[in-house]
T-cell receptor, first 112, second 111 residues
Framework: DAMVIQNPRYQVTQFGKPVTLSCSQT?????MYWYQQKSSQAPKLLFHYYDKDFNNEADTPDNFQSRRPNTSFCFLDIRSPGLGDAAMYLC???????????FGPGTRLTVT | AQRVTQPEKLLSVFKGAPVELKCNYS??????LFWYVQYSRQRLQLLLR??SRESIKGFTADLNKGETSFHLKKPFAQEEDSAMYYC?????????????FGTGTRLKVLA
């Protein structure tokens, strides 16, 4: 009965090779978030969607993009992954922006 | 600047001892405050939020607006409380919402 699902759980990509991470939710929440978490660091918000409205964080590199084709799905695209992009990527949802978030298990990205 | 500060990276206590995980925040406005927990090999999950004023797994947290703190407390620690704890806030800013996590405190409860 997982409510926020991320696929794949582990992803290996080559330097510069585009990669897409997937998130889906069964909660029908309005908001979906993408976070990057590096070892021993706090989750860092990359961007979020409120319904179809995209909100990018000011310091999110242009290399990172997102799509939300419908309420249930959200994708994180990394156009040209660098070694510094190796991290755990967390997807989360919330009913409204000010409410608590529900997290997926994360996708661990390795860049070779 | 908007930030959440958790001054302790690691906190070790003995089973049965009281626990206090510190969280201070800096935010111009009235944010919502949360504590999230991540047990070993599990996903990040909500522990409690200040607006509900509830106690979860024996943990409580009081929002002190004067001191801009939201410390997490439990009177008697259990081994199963060992986990990573994150304090977080959300609040409106420039037409959208900001969600900021602290750097986390790892709690180890020793037998």
């Amino acid at each position: 009965d997982a409510m926020v699902i991320q696929n794949p759980r582990y992803q290996v990509t080559q330097f510069g090779k585009p990669v897409t991470l997937s998130c889906s939710q069964t909660l029908n929440h309005n908001v979906m978030y993408w976070y990057q978490q590096k070892s021993s660091q706090a989750p860092k918000l990359l961007f979020h969607y409120y319904d179809k409205d995209f909100n990018n964080e000011a310091d999110t590199p242009d290399n990172f993009q997102s799509r939300r084709p419908n309420t249930s799905f959200c994708f994180l695209d990394i156009r040209s992954p660098g070694l510094g992009d190796a991290a755990m990527y967390l997807c989360a949802t919330s009913r409204e922006q000010r409410y608590e978030q529900y997290f997926g298990p994360g996708t661990r990205l390795t860049v070779t | 600047a908007q930030r959440v500060t958790q001054p302790e990276k690691l906190l070790s206590v003995f089973k049965g001892a009281p626990v206090e995980l510190k969280c201070n925040y800096s935010y111009s406005g009235s944010p919502e405050l949360f504590w999230y927990v991540q047990y070993s090999r599990q996903r990040l999950q909500l522990l409690l939020r200040h607006i509900s004023r509830e106690s979860i797994k024996g943990f409580t947290a009081d929002l002190n607006k004067g001191e801009t703190s939201f410390h997490l407390k439990k009177p008697f620690a259990q081994e199963e409380d060992s986990a990573m704890y994150y304090c977080a806030l959300s609040g409106p800013t420039s037409g959208t919402y900001k969600y900021i996590f602290g750097t986390g405190t790892r709690l180890k409860v020793l037998a």
